[in-house]
């Protein structure tokens, strides 16, 4: 049966909401969470960044929701800290933990002042972090000098069962390299043909049979036009295509880019309507491709009414 989980945007909203938000969602029956991992906001209109790593340990005690965490080890992380704090979530809250692990954007990870490596670069620093944390997670003690530098470490608190690592792509060709060392993958909701696309790529890399999680951008209101504005406020900074995404360093440079933006140009990328119908119709579509847990994202302010017309209207005609 599909997992629905409750999506914990760390760049909207205070951890203290937040953490009301999952205690909400898990009593309606949200039975999953996940939580982003910004050092900065897409937005200086969205305004928060709390640290995820912190909050993760408080949420997971507070529900018995599972919960990932999307973040990038290598530059702003090294892969040895991931791997302890990972390591220390799993063993206290066995099976209910998880990490996707990306090649990250210059918006979090700059502020380290090491430059931004091109791409290619990136998803080799990312598969050095991940041989190092899954050794750390067997009990090796791990040498290794590539991109990442480490030496003589051994991980000493390590959980009965290791977290899953989920490989992040947002791309078809990141997808088809994540598929051949991911536990699974996790991508956002594009359009329909585009996202089957990444699923094929993801299988054809090696992932046929693992998880497909997705992170359904959404926006749920009492009307259409609030529906609208709502995700048109919060969330016209994050429709770029990758590249853009992954290099812009400041929230002011996508506040800059996204003034060409206009209200109707929000809909290929997140999925705007008051209708529970329709979101009905396009959530039962991403489990028709294949994905087995959605984490639903309410990109506007306006969570309470999310969670409640969600699971008593719309989740439960999803749950068969």
């Known amino acids: 049966m599909a997992q629905f989980g409750y999506h914990a945007s760390h760049e909207q909203f205070k951890p203290s909401e937040l953490l009301k938000y999952v205690q909400a969602a898990h009593q309606a029956g949200f039975n999953a969470a996940l ?12 305004g928060e960044s709390g640290y995820a790593w912190s909050w993760l340990g408080a949420a997971l ?26 390591a220390t979530l799993a063993e206290m809250y066995p099976n209910r933990f998880w990490v996707a692990l990306g090649s990250g954007q210059a918006l979090n990870e700059q502020i380290t ?18 041989d190092i944390i899954r050794a750390l997670w067997a ?15 051994k991980l000493y608190t390590r959980p ?19 598929g051949g060392w ?36 959404l926006s749920y209101a009492q009307d259409e036009e609030q529906a609208l504005q709502g995700a048109y406020d919060q969330w016209r900074t994050n429709i770029f295509a990758s590249p853009v995404l992954s290099e812009f360093r400041h929230p002011q440079q996508f506040d800059a880019a996204a003034q060409f933006v ?12 008051a ?19 959605l984490y639903l994202h309410n990109v506007n302010r306006e969570q309470e009414a999310f969670i409640e017309t969600f699971s008593q209207k719309i989740l439960p005609a999803l749950s068969h």
């Open 160 to 178: 009965t069962v290791a977290p899953r690592i989920i490989g992040a792509a947002i791309t078809p060709k990141t997808a088809e390299w994540v």
């Open 113 to 130: 002042a090491e430059g931004w490596p091109a791409k290619s670069k990136r998803n080799q620093r990312l598969l050095e972090c991940v």
């Open 275 to 293: 209708k529970p119908e329709q979101h009905i119709e396009w959530l039962q579509q991403y489990l028709d491709l294949g994905f087995s847990e």
């Open 139 to 153: 009990g090796e003690t791990v040498t290794h000098h590539g991109i990442v530098q480490i030496e003589e470490a």
């Open 61 to 86: 005690q507070a529900t018995q929701l599972s919960f990932g965490v999307v973040c990038a080890p290598g530059q702003r992380y090294h892969p040895a800290i991931i791997a302890q704090a990972a």
């Open 182 to 217: 991911a536990d699974g993958l996790i991508t956002v909701s594009h359009p329909y043909d585009k996202l089957k696309e990444v699923v094929d790529a993801f299988h054809r890399g090696g992932g046929r049979g693992k998880p497909l999680c997705l992170k359904v951008q």
């Open 262 to 273: 206009k209200p109707e140009d929000m809909h290929p990328y997140v999925r705007i309507s």
């Open 35 to 46: 939580s982003s991992d910004h050092f900065q906001p897409w937005s200086d209109r969205q």
